[in-house]
């Protein structure tokens, strides 16, 4: 048994390609359109897809926003220096709304940043 991906429905998916590539530094590892049903599928990662688990985006194409709803969490990646990307996300626009820092009665550093959506990301200091 392998976790093979976690979907995320997104409303505009060069925004969503973008911030997963160029800010969290994930690779578009393919795309396909559906144009019978008007979606799209992107599925991003940091490594291929027959040994890691990654992110499918799927874009509807008559829908731009979504309810989030109460009962998603986040997604959570881990980062080699947790400061320094987020001042990077910081510089490019993103919502970093919970700062780097231990996380409550421990000594696990960590952080959240939104992602297009509102999606929440966790970042773990590795």
């Known amino acids: 048994m392998q976790l093979l991906h976690t979907m995320l429905r997104v409303g505009n998916l060069e925004r969503s390609i973008q911030f997963y590539t160029e800010l969290l ?4 590892l393919r795309q396909s359109d559906n144009t019978e ?30 309810d989030m709803g109460e009962a998603y969490g986040h997604i959570a990646i881990g980062a080699d220096d947790i400061y320094q990307l987020c001042e990077k996300l910081e510089s490019q626009g993103a919502d970093v709304y919970r700062k780097p820092g231990p996380v409550l ?22």
Do not use: C
């Not at 530094?25 to 578009?28: I, V």
């Open 37 to 66: 049903y008007r979606y799209t599928l992107a599925f991003v990662g940091y490594g291929d897809e027959s040994d890691h688990t990654v992110l499918e985006l799927t874009y509807n194409w008559d829908k731009s926003s979504y």
């Open 105 to 126: 009665g421990g000594d696990t550093v960590i952080a959240f940043v939104r992602d297009p959506d509102g999606y929440a990301v966790e970042l773990i200091q590795k």
């Open 25 to 28: 530094g994930m690779k578009l």
